[in-house]
């Protein structure tokens, strides 16, 4: 009988230390796993936090690149502005090149029929020439009048029906006439050397209007005294070619003034 119960206070205390061990065993892996879970946790968390950052940044990049496509879009539309800027600058440039080359041809042919009409005089009676797109006619004294006179002589007015021919023949030509004297004081009927420049201007008009029939609305006169001369005024040579009457022929530019506009 003894026997059988020390038997059983072994087998009590066997089974008592086994379950004790196993409660131990229990305990340590629910902490290991709480511990498992806390460490989880804290990573989900971390990750939590650096997904709101980049979806933070990626939001960022998104506004940048839609800022960035509207300031493309309004750098394209000022490109697109300038570029047509150029290009209606360049078309107006081209107009202009061709009326360059127009008013030069018109000029060219002006003068070729000027040189034509008046061949018959002498190199030191007139002159024909070209500058700044403009036809000049130069007629000197002796052609023209006696000294100290606006009275035209009639060479001279032969000299000018057919400059009027040229002319009548092409109408929408501006006729400038002016005078010019030398620098020595005039005597007589002419105040000054002024009087006497615009006098002859205003003869060579009322001969082209009135004789000719030259359009009045395309013909104006000035008178410049010695002013403008075209040689030294110390010699009776340089004086001579300074007593002239230049009658300058320019081309219809009404085209291009409107193209400047």
């Avoid at 690149?65 to 394209?76: K, M």
């Avoid at 030398?182 to 009322?206: C, E």
Wanted: glycine residues 4%; aromatic residues 4%; hydrophobic residues 35%.
């Amino acid at each position: 009988m003894k026997n059988i119960f020390i038997i059983l206070a072994g087998t009590f205390l066997l089974s008592s230390c086994v379950a004790k061990r196993y409660l131990t065993q229990s305990q340590a892996t629910v902490a290991s796993l709480r511990a498992d879970s806390t460490q989880l946790a804290n990573r989900i968390s971390t990750l939590e936090s650096n997904i709101a950052d980049l979806n933070s940044k990626i939001a960022n990049l998104n506004n940048q690149n839609t800022q960035l496509g509207q300031l493309t879009a309004e750098q394209q539309s000022k490109l697109t502005a300038s570029q047509r800027d150029m290009l209606k600058q360049q078309e107006t440039l081209q107009q202009l090149q061709s009326l360059l080359q127009q008013q030069k041809a018109k000029s060219d042919e002006l003068k070729n029929k000027m040189s034509e009409a008046l061949k018959g005089f002498n190199s030191n009676e007139l002159s024909v020439y070209q500058k700044d797109g403009k036809v000049y006619v130069s007629l000197s004294e002796n052609l023209l009048f006696p000294s100290g006179s606006a009275v035209v002589n009639p060479k001279g007015v032969d000299a000018l029906a057919k400059l009027a021919a040229v002319l009548n023949l092409n109408s929408d030509v501006s006729v400038n006439i002016e005078g010019h004297t030398d620098s020595i004081p005039i005597r007589g009927k002419y105040q000054d050397n002024w009087d006497l420049s615009t006098a002859r201007a205003n003869s060579i008009v009322r001969i082209l209007v009135n004789n000719y029939k030259v359009n009045p609305e395309k013909v104006t006169a000035s008178g410049h005294s010695y002013y403008e001369p075209i040689a030294s005024n110390s010699t009776p040579e340089g004086r001579a070619k300074n007593r002239r009457t230049e009658i300058i022929l320019t081309p219809n530019l009404e085209q291009m003034y409107k193209l400047l506009e």
